[in-house]
């Protein structure tokens, strides 16, 4: 931006006004103002600011701005009253640059949202909402009991708090030390695998088993065998080969002269436990895929599907046939619905389309059975029940809801952050909760019904350099750990697992096993 031009508002500086006529700010010399201000405002013309004739600048010294406005190429800190100059790179010792600014900035800002999230009593996601209103309006019949039970679901999320989880494993002297990369939890949210970056490179991944206690505590339980892989997990979703979910579904890239490929691996290959045989297992050359999906539906039984650039493959896993289809970007995000075999695919070039299995692949694209556009990148895809909404998130950090049969937008929210990472949509239908966790390492919830934001959790972690790293991982359920499970947010940031749990009076694990003290105890 450019400098404002320098005037003197009384006519005796006249000698001093082409000296100082481009400087909008100067240095304060005056012994009659505080000592410990070290720059003041110049007075600008004002025409109706003086009533007895004086002019207002030799009247009385001008009051500083609280705010000190911005300079091209200078920063400054309010806590030392000065400005400082921004190097331009990272070539000197201690640079202090723009992006190391809005860093620390952010660091202060999720710091005191960790201690907002403590507080036992914490805003309403709405404004006058609260139990006893709602219980009250209830039994006036004044809302249905749809309403009422979607917004005490919204009452419970906004009074989630913190729970840092000990995840159990046979190899109890070696605690887990590598970060979370990818959770992926089952149908019935008992099992999630995991993926974890390996320090000397590479990857390794397992199950956790998630159980209910009786004392109301969740607890997590590593698997026996974990499998190390030199290459990247790029996606991953549950299968259901033999029963429901007997499978999991893993995208490797290539690396080096290790070609990509796609691996279908049974469950049961990650325990020692099972004494059967582990289960079919199978590996597909399908290089670089960019996402897989299951399709559950029995017109195309025991089928997934892999996107990759330029291509669309959908393979039988028992048979090896394939049905390629070409486009014309990237397909990042897949998803079956349930009652046709039809495959909607979301790309990088923001396009979203639908396949019907039951028609040829034609070089014409007319095999698209629908198709619209979302903006711009497209990262995840999610159907909701009655399949002809589809919510849509891409690298802008749009979150979309559209009707697929008028091929337009009903409902948009907002928040989201992204620029560039694969980053899911999570939706809970039977309590209205939609979750998406951002570039910016915050985890929102949104109210699926009408778009309000419910909720924004701060990552427990700080933002580090890498990025990725630092991105929580979630599931959320209203049963984690099966039909008897607890409901809550179960999140993964680098190497640490947390839980945020519906009910306010939650105990840890081992809190709850642990005799009460005559002294007093200090809880979470």
Same mark, same amino acid.
């Given at each position: 931006?450019?400098?404002?031009?320098?005037?003197?508002?009384?006519?005796? *500086?006249? *000698?001093?006004?082409?000296? !100082?006529? !481009? $400087?909008?700010?100067?240095?304060?010399?005056?012994? @009659?103002?505080?000592?410990?201000?070290?720059?003041?405002?110049?007075?600008?013309?004002?025409?109706?600011?003086?009533?007895?004739?004086?002019?207002?600048?030799?009247?009385a010294?001008?009051?500083?701005?609280?705010?000190?406005?911005?300079?091209?190429?200078?920063?400054?800190d309010?806590?030392?009253?000065?400005?400082?100059?921004?190097?331009?790179?990272?070539?000197?010792?201690?640079?202090?640059?723009?992006?190391?600014?809005?860093?620390?900035?952010?660091?202060?800002?999720?710091?005191?949202?960790?201690?907002?999230?403590?507080?036992?009593?914490?805003?309403?996601?709405?404004t *006058?909402?609260n139990t @006893?209103?709602?219980?009250?309006?209830?039994?006036?019949?004044?809302?249905?009991?749809?309403?009422?039970?979607?917004?005490?679901?919204?009452?419970?999320?906004?009074?989630?708090?913190?729970?840092?989880?000990?995840?159990?494993?046979?190899?109890?002297?070696?605690?887990?030390?590598?970060?979370?990369?990818?959770?992926?939890?089952?149908?019935?949210?008992?099992?999630?695998?995991?993926?974890?970056?390996?320090?000397?490179?590479?990857?390794?991944?397992? #199950?956790?088993?998630?159980?209910?206690?009786?004392?109301?505590?969740?607890?997590?339980?590593?698997?026996?065998?974990?499998?190390?892989?030199n290459?990247?997990?790029?996606?991953?979703?549950?299968?259901?080969? @033999?029963h429901?979910?007997s499978?999991?579904?893993?995208?490797?890239?290539?690396?080096?002269?290790?070609?990509?490929?796609?691996?279908?691996?049974?469950?049961?290959?990650?325990?020692?436990?099972?004494p059967d045989?582990?289960?079919?297992?199978?590996s597909?050359? #399908?290089?670089?895929?960019?996402?897989c999906?299951?399709?559950?539906?029995?017109?195309?039984?025991?089928?997934?599907?892999?996107?990759?650039?330029? !291509?669309?493959?959908?393979?039988?896993?028992?048979?090896?046939r394939?049905?390629?289809?070409?486009?014309? @970007?990237?397909v990042?995000?897949?998803?079956?619905a349930?009652?046709?075999?039809?495959?909607f695919?979301?790309?990088?070039? =923001?396009e979203?389309?639908?396949?019907?299995?039951?028609?040829?692949?034609r070089r014409? !694209?007319s095999?698209?059975?629908?198709?619209?556009?979302? %903006?711009?990148?497209?990262?995840?895809?999610?159907?909701?029940?009655?399949?002809n909404?589809?919510?849509?998130?891409?690298?802008?950090?749009?979150?979309?809801?559209?009707?697929?049969?008028?091929?337009?937008?009903?409902?948009?929210?907002?928040?989201?952050?992204?620029?560039?990472?694969?980053?899911?949509? $999570?939706?809970?239908?039977?309590?209205?909760?939609?979750?998406?966790?951002?570039?910016?390492?915050?985890?929102?919830?949104?109210?699926?019904?009408?778009?309000?934001?419910?909720?924004?959790?701060?990552?427990? $972690?700080?933002? %580090?350099?890498?990025?990725?790293?630092?991105?929580?991982?979630?599931?959320?359920?209203?049963?984690? *750990?099966?039909?008897? =499970?607890l409901?809550g947010?179960?999140?993964?940031?680098? $190497?640490?697992?947390?839980?945020?749990?519906?009910?306010?009076?939650?105990?840890?694990?081992?809190?709850?096993?642990?005799?009460?003290?005559? =002294?007093?105890?200090?809880?979470?």
């Amino acid at each position: 931006m450019g400098m404002k031009r320098f005037s003197w508002r009384d006519g005796g *500086g006249g *000698g001093r006004q082409g000296r !100082h006529r !481009h $400087h909008r700010w100067r240095k304060v010399r005056s012994p @009659s103002r505080s000592p410990d201000r070290r720059y003041d405002r110049s007075p600008e013309p004002c025409p109706s600011t003086s009533t007895d004739g004086s002019e207002a600048g030799s009247s009385a010294p001008p009051k500083a701005t609280n705010t000190a406005p911005e300079l091209p190429g200078f920063y400054f800190d309010p806590e030392k009253n000065r400005y400082f100059r921004l190097l331009p790179g990272h070539n000197n010792c201690n640079p202090l640059t723009n992006e190391m600014l809005r860093a620390k900035e952010q660091e202060r800002k999720r710091s005191a949202m960790l201690l907002e999230d403590e507080q036992p009593r914490k805003k309403a996601p709405r404004t *006058g909402q609260n139990t @006893s209103l709602l219980l009250h309006n209830r039994h006036l019949g004044l809302l249905p009991p749809s309403s009422y039970c979607r917004l005490i679901h919204e009452l419970k999320v906004s009074g989630m708090r913190r729970h840092k989880l000990e995840v159990q494993s046979s190899e109890s002297s070696s605690p887990n030390t590598d970060n979370f990369r990818l959770i992926k939890a089952d149908s019935t949210c008992e099992r999630v695998f995991t993926v974890n970056d390996v320090s000397h490179g590479g990857c390794k991944y397992g #199950i956790m088993n998630l159980s209910g206690c009786s004392k109301g505590s969740l607890s997590v339980e590593m698997c026996d065998n974990l499998y190390f892989t030199n290459r990247k997990v790029n996606s991953i979703c549950w299968a259901s080969v @033999s029963h429901p979910d007997s499978h999991v579904l893993l995208c490797l890239v290539s690396i080096s002269q290790t070609p990509g490929c796609v691996s279908l691996l049974p469950a049961s290959l990650f325990s020692n436990s099972n004494p059967d045989q582990p289960g079919m297992l199978c590996s597909f050359k #399908i290089s670089t895929a960019w996402s897989c999906a299951w399709c559950l539906n029995p017109q195309a039984d025991k089928t997934f599907s892999t996107g990759l650039s330029r !291509h669309v493959i959908v393979t039988n896993a028992v048979t090896g046939r394939r049905q390629m289809y070409s486009i014309n @970007s990237d397909v990042l995000a897949q998803q079956f619905a349930l009652r046709a075999p039809v495959l909607f695919n979301g790309c990088r070039s =923001g396009e979203i389309f639908s396949i019907d299995l039951r028609q040829r692949s034609r070089r014409d !694209h007319s095999w698209k059975a629908c198709r619209f556009h979302q %903006g711009s990148g497209v990262t995840s895809v999610r159907l909701l029940r009655d399949e002809n909404y589809l919510l849509a998130a891409d690298m802008q950090g749009q979150i979309k809801l559209w009707d697929v049969r008028m091929t337009r937008t009903v409902k948009q929210y907002e928040g989201h952050h992204n620029e560039y990472a694969y980053l899911p949509l $999570h939706v809970n239908e039977d309590e209205g909760l939609l979750l998406a966790v951002g570039q910016d390492c915050y985890t929102r919830l949104w109210s699926l019904n009408d778009g309000h934001l419910l909720r924004t959790i701060p990552s427990p $972690h700080p933002a %580090g350099k890498e990025g990725f790293d630092s991105i929580p991982n979630v599931v959320f359920s209203s049963q984690l *750990g099966g039909c008897r =499970g607890l409901p809550g947010l179960l999140m993964a940031v680098r $190497h640490d697992l947390y839980y945020y749990p519906y009910n306010s009076d939650y105990q840890d694990p081992a809190a709850a096993g642990k005799e009460p003290s005559a =002294g007093p105890v200090s809880g979470r």
